[in-house]
């Protein structure tokens, strides 16, 4: 079974630029998240995907971050403009189905993003 | 406000011992715990988890301790190898339907041989 796909797995852009990720999740999986590790702390969630639809976006930054995941399967987080804060390794993970099996939540490997 | 805290940011152990790494809470509605682990340029990987209904589960050198009273959860590694140097993440959960993990900020073990 393939894993969770990222790409690029890392980025150096310059505050203010725009910066966009991919993730592939595990085939079958309806549910999606996108998680931003800062360097020392424990990955946080920024947006749930239940097929294509919202299900938790409260931690997500509205103002500069957006995600899609467009026909419920793939999906992209997009930054714009990029702030020196948002220095971090952005992790996808994908689960089967939400409330059942909670140990089996599949993450990428990550895209690293510097900003300059 | 952390809500899932891993006070050691580092651990070292001999090859062989065990390694004990520890975990507190402060939500009284997180009833799921889980461990993972985190190899350098990967993605986290699950190792282990508890439910609140248990004080204790096993897989192989791997048990994990819930005393819900203190609001505390360790992880043992018994014996400890080389290859067990990572980073681990201690994350709660609770039980209402979807409700996401939350994250400790890790500990990272290092296995001397």
């Known amino acids: 079974e393939a894993g969770v796909a990222q790409s690029p797995r890392y980025k150096i852009i310059e505050k203010r630029q725009s910066v966009a990720f991919w993730c592939n999740p595990i085939?079958?999986?309806?549910?999606l998240y996108w998680y931003q590790q800062i360097l020392g702390q424990g990955p946080k969630l920024l947006i749930q995907?239940?097929?294509?639809?919202?299900?938790?976006d409260s931690q997500l930054p509205k103002d500069r971050f957006s995600a899609e995941r467009l026909k419920g399967v793939d999906s992209t987080l997009k930054i714009q403009p990029a702030k020196l804060e948002d220095s971090a390794v952005y992790l996808c993970?994908?689960?089967?189905?939400?409330?059942?099996?909670?140990?089996?939540?599949?993450f990428g490997p990550g895209t690293r993003l510097t900003v300059l | 406000d952390q809500q899932v805290k891993q006070n050691s940011p580092s651990l070292s152990v001999q090859e062989g011992r065990i390694s004990i790494l520890n975990c507190d809470y402060t939500?009284?509605?997180?009833?799921?715990f889980l461990w993972y682990k985190k190899y350098p340029a990967e993605g986290p990987t699950f190792l282990i988890s508890?439910?609140?209904?248990?004080d204790k589960n096993e897989d192989g050198r791997f048990t994990v301790f819930l005393n819900k009273s203190a609001k505390h959860l360790s992880l043992h590694i018994v014996p400890s190898q080389p290859g067990d140097s990572a980073v681990y993440f201690c994350?709660?959960?609770?039980?209402?339907?979807?409700?996401?993990?939350?994250f400790g900020p890790g500990t990272r073990l290092s296995v001397l041989p």
């Open positions: 995907f239940q097929n294509n639809g919202v299900v938790d």
């Open positions: 939500n009284s509605m997180f009833d799921y």
């Open positions: 993970a994908s689960r089967l189905t939400p409330g059942q099996g909670r140990d089996t939540q599949y």
């Open positions: 085939s079958g999986h309806a549910t």
């Open positions: 994350a709660a959960s609770g039980n209402n339907y979807g409700q996401n993990f939350v």
């Open positions: 508890i439910s609140s209904i248990k």
